[in-house]
């Protein structure tokens, strides 16, 4: 393909397939956009693949932890996909899921609500609940009216591990508390289940068989039965910098650590979120100006490019440039700054590309399917609504 010539677009009759304006390549996407924004690009195939691979290999149920990425196509194509089951934290996404598959069984895992969230999240349908105290385990009592058909999943702390974003301090029961709890709970839950988290972008794949070994502990102090186990998500992504072990691995790990701690015939649950979408999305952002190593760009850390400023990650980019002359194919190292006026709108990088980057290109800023474009906030009046498909074929 020459630089000054695309792949045709797609004919009308086939436009929007999921919802979206849909191209062949993302070369397609930049060349029929006249806005101002940066583009939010899903990747429909890629997000089929990897749902496939979790249906198939992990040895439980998949949850789809909504909050990773909310968009409706998305959640759409997961559906269709066979995932029917969703890990839900409020009120808007339990509407937002139903709006999209009726018949999806939500489970609302967010530990801490509030009443109104409890009562009509139990009006629409809801009956898994996780808690990890005790004045949550009587809200959740009183707001469904000490129903009989609760699933409650106790929400236990774990001793810290190998992870890119651990999770503990805000959720999750200490040992003692645990105990108490489960003692509590078990009269009162048609299910009881135990469920934690390793921590988002978990890189030890031992990490989910040392949660194993410590849940066993709490249950054998409890001495009560439960009737699930929900190891949480932590599935990682390969960004730059950050390699990880193949997918499989961590599913065999599991599946030998929940017969080694004695989990067999239970019902094992997983929230993957990251792992699900984040290579299925990208955000195209363009080159507003250079100075010297520095892009300033018309996307930030406000927008969908906060874990890049914020955590300091290296996401994948690729250049794309529609007219003369090609990129050269020598790299650098560059930084980035978002459009914002704030000078903490700043990503360090460094994001090799050519070494001839200029204002105009566009750089295809991959693996943001999770945690982009749902983090992204209006501030200084830059963002974007314009999402694609890009079917790649």
């Known amino acids: 393909m020459s630089l000054t010539t695309f792949a045709p677009l797609l004919q009308p009759t086939q436009l929007r397939p999921y919802g979206l304006p849909t191209y062949h390549t993302v070369a397609d996407a930049i060349a029929d956009y006249d806005g101002d924004d940066q583009i939010y690009a899903l990747f429909p195939r890629r997000i089929e693949r990897t749902a ?29 996909e066979g995932v029917t089951q969703f890990d839900v934290a409020s009120l808007r996404e339990i509407e937002l899921v139903q709006g999209i598959a009726p018949a999806a069984k939500l489970f609302l895992m967010h530990p801490i609500k509030s009443r109104k969230t409890i009562e009509v999240a139990y009006a629409k349908g809801v009956r898994e609940f996780s808690f990890d105290h005790a004045d949550e385990l009587q809200k959740i009592l009183v707001c469904t009216g000490e129903a009989a058909d609760l699933s409650l999943h106790l929400r236990i702390a774990l001793p810290k591990r ?46 989910y068989d040392a949660a194993m070994a410590y849940a066993r502990r709490v249950l054998d102090s409890a001495g009560v039965a439960i009737d699930s186990l929900d190891v949480g998500g932590g599935f990682p992504v390969a960004y730059p910098d950050m390699p990880i072990a193949p997918m499989s691995d961590y599913f065999d790990a599991i599946r030998s650590s929940l017969s080694l701690h004695g989990f067999d015939g239970l019902t094992i649950l997983g929230e993957p979120g990251r792992a699900l979408c984040a ?48 990129p050269t194919a020598n790299t650098i190292g560059f930084r980035f700054f978002g459009p914002t006026c704030d000078s903490a709108d700043v990503m360090k990088g460094p994001f090799h590309l050519p070494a001839d980057t200029c204002e105009g290109d566009w750089i295809e800023v991959g693996h943001l399917g999770a945690y982009g474009q749902t983090l992204a906030t209006q501030f200084n009046g830059f963002y974007s609504d314009h999402t694609v498909a890009i079917l790649e074929d």
Request: net charge positive.
């Open 162 to 207: 190998d992870t890119a974003m651990p999770l503990g301090g805000k959720f999750g029961a200490t040992f003692d508390e645990a105990v108490a709890l489960l003692r509590s709970a078990r009269p009162i839950a048609e299910k009881l289940g135990l469920c934690f988290h390793v921590g988002s972008q978990c890189l030890d794949v031992q990490s």
């Open 279 to 326: 290579e299925g999305g990208a955000t195209l952002v363009r080159v507003e100006l250079r100075k010297n190593n520095n892009l300033y760009l018309n996307d930030g850390t406000y927008g969908s490019l906060f874990d890049a400023g914020q955590f300091a990650w290296k996401f994948p980019v690729e250049l794309h440039r529609a007219r003369p002359p090609a």
């Open 52 to 80: 496939r691979i979790f249906l198939s290999g992990f040895p439980g149920q998949i949850l789809y932890a909504v909050k990773a990425n909310p968009h409706a196509s998305l959640i759409k194509i997961l559906w269709e």
